[in-house]
């Protein structure tokens, strides 16, 4: 190729060489830049057509969607038994709420995500009347699940179960703990001695007991604690444990957080004559929780897994309902089925939290606007 | 050279037989300074010698342990009202800026204003605005600080600190952390302070400054006020070896 040439000053900006960008360049550079490369790429295409093959075949094409029994299930087809689940899919989602009255945990649902719209996405329209829906919402979710109220039938706790169970268990401990994980990150900072020491204590007991302990405790011992003549339903003792648990773990996420912003935006605002409660609202935390994002969504999806550890102390969330399915002897040896559904619930709520956090992270992130 | 129409008598600063010491480290040693209304000072010296840590207890930013330090009639103690009261009549400017990056230059240069001083928000967005322009970057006012060159977040901190209206303005190195193109429109924004007649305590290595604005030069070199004097005899007969061993040292280079 002939260089031409230019009066200095006068270089023009030339496109790059051909391959180099683009789709073409893409597949070029990344799949077959040399043979053994180009044989990798070939033997995995082959590899990956086989085990999609069969995926596809076993979950859905040699499946059984409806059936009585796992008997009957194989005499259809030999693919997945979907049956224990679709004969059971009420159980999954309210364990064993009235049926009558499931109604009320639909509604409830679906107003969490005009509830939690204006608090997870700040530039929604009239996000102020949403937020004061927001604040109603607590209440509002409260006498529709419990009942009890305005002539709606009260439904005992022993009755809740399934899916249902951990997203009460789960939102409601993520809800308490974000803002008990702030004041201990900010006590464990704090010039008081009796706040450092007792946030210190609180926290390092939490994080070092096993939350199963925890747990035990809640079901058995938590009322020789309390006052006497407080009676708190279990729920609400579990809910409080996994509250202080996970708290524990997310001040210590903030508490990195804070300590990575330079001390140079405290001594600013200090210059500007910012008192402690302003510099914390304006400077610290939103500094703090930005860069704390990727390890709190961490520890939200760590407690909203975790809370599948009820079942040790006699709840039925999902595994619960799902073992309980297993030991109906028309469903026995179906694990495969039952456990892959309640992971896939499991996995679409966390993976929608994580890529909730991205999108925060994305969002937030002012350096490279 | 800005010639000071306003300077006065009136002490605004006075700093008395002051010491600070970091641990054992003995690092500010009896220093006593007056600083008067509208009287630009300029600090030089070899680094380490404390000169950054005595206009940092001017706003008690560092704990002076011995001796006395008056701002506007009041003396710095542990006091929280009295501090907060002097911080929001003192300004500063750091080497490393240290604008918010989390906010956007209009809300890094009216927090302050509105929580501080509780002023109302619109007032506070016409005050930073008219600062801003005032420092020549008012079309940047609703980027965040990452998006701006040093320079130019430079002249938004000198914007910030003016926002709180204050009646002394105390200046750390605030050409170190820039690239040298960018020394130039820093320097002239402080100038031009200069020439409104702001009281100044200005850190620096920027001689050419010093000799165009500055009414009195210090000289400070381990922890202690060499020599002060105005710049004119400062530059053309330094008395103190110390002195002329350091003017040498950043003058031919």
């Not at chain 2, 929280?80 to 300004?91: C, T």
């Not at chain 2, 977040?153 to 200046?171: D, E, G, H, N, T």
């Amino acid at each position: 190729m002939s260089e031409k040439t230019y009066k200095p000053g006068n270089y023009p900006d030339l496109p790059p060489p051909p391959g180099t960008v683009g789709v073409y360049g893409w597949i070029r550079q990344n799949l077959f830049s040399s043979i053994s490369n180009s044989l990798l790429t070939i033997i995995s295409v082959v590899l990956l057509y086989y085990l999609i093959d069969g995926i596809i075949g076993w979950f859905f094409l040699d499946a059984v969607f409806d059936a009585d029994s796992k008997i009957a299930c194989r005499k259809i087809d030999d693919g997945a038994c979907w049956a224990v689940i679709t004969r059971r899919v009420g159980q999954f989602v309210y364990g064993f709420y009235p049926e009558a009255e499931r109604w009320r945990i639909d509604i409830t649902f679906l107003t969490m995500f005009v509830a939690f719209a204006p608090l997870l996405y700040p530039d929604i329209p009239k996000r102020k009347w949403l937020l004061y829906f927001s604040l109603f919402y607590p209440f509002f979710a409260f006498v529709l699940i419990m009942g009890g109220y305005f002539g709606l039938q009260k439904i005992e706790y022993s009755l809740f179960g399934g899916f249902m169970l951990t997203v009460i268990l789960g939102v409601c401990g993520i809800v308490c703990s974000l803002p008990l994980g702030i004041l201990l990150a900010l006590g464990r900072q704090s010039n008081l001695t009796v706040v450092r020491t007792l946030s210190v204590c609180f926290i390092e007991f939490m994080r070092g007991v096993p939350l199963i302990t925890l747990l035990f405790v809640a079901s058995s011992m938590l009322n020789y604690f309390l006052p006497p003549g407080t009676n708190f339903s279990i729920l609400v003792r579990v809910i409080i444990m996994f509250t202080f648990f996970s708290a524990a773990y997310i001040a210590e996420v903030i508490r990195g957080g804070i300590q990575a912003i330079p001390k140079g935006q405290y001594e600013a605002a200090d210059a500007l004559g910012m008192n402690y409660w302003q510099k914390t609202r304006f400077i610290t935390l939103p500094q703090a929780l930005k860069i704390s994002i990727p390890g709190i969504v961490n520890t939200f999806i760590g407690l909203y897994k975790d809370t599948t550890l009820v079942v040790v102390i006699g709840l039925l969330d999902p595994l619960g309902i799902g073992r309980a399915a297993l030991a109906d002897t028309k469903w026995n040896g179906l694990s495969t089925e039952t456990y892959l559904f309640v992971a896939l619930f499991f996995f679409v709520s966390c993976f929608a939290m994580s890529r909730y956090s991205l999108w925060l992270e994305n969002k937030l992130n002012t350096d490279k606007k | 050279m800005v010639v000071n129409k306003n300077k006065s008598s009136k002490p605004v600063i006075e700093i008395k037989e002051m010491h600070k010491w970091f641990g054992n480290f003995h690092v500010l040693k009896n220093i006593s300074l007056g600083v008067n209304q509208g009287e630009r000072i300029v600090i030089c010296g070899p680094s380490g010698s404390g000169k950054s840590t005595l206009i940092r207890c001017i706003n008690r930013l560092e704990v002076h342990q011995q001796g006395d330090i008056i701002v506007n009639n009041v003396e710095l103690t542990g006091d929280l009202k009295n501090l907060e009261a002097i911080r929001s009549d003192v300004g500063m400017v750091f080497q490393s800026f240290n604008l918010f990056p989390h906010l956007t230059v209009l809300e890094n240069c009216t927090l302050a204003p509105i929580w501080v001083k509780k002023l109302p928000k619109k007032e506070a967005e016409e005050l930073a605005m008219e600062l801003l322009t005032r420092v020549k970057i008012p079309e940047q006012a609703l980027k965040y600080p990452g998006q701006l060159s040093g320079g130019q977040q430079q002249r938004v901190a000198i914007a910030r600190s003016l926002c709180m209206q204050p009646k002394i303005m105390l200046f750390d190195e605030p050409t170190s952390a820039l690239d040298p193109e960018m020394i130039k429109e820093v320097l002239d924004t402080m100038i031009e302070l200069a020439e409104t007649g702001m009281t100044m305590l200005v850190v620096t290595h920027e001689m050419g400054f010093a000799k165009k604005v500055a009414d009195s030069v210090i000289f400070m070199d381990e922890g202690e006020i060499i020599e002060q004097n105005d710049p004119k005899n400062f530059f053309n007969n330094p008395k103190n070896d110390r002195t002329k061993l350091f003017l040498s040292q950043i003058l031919n280079h």
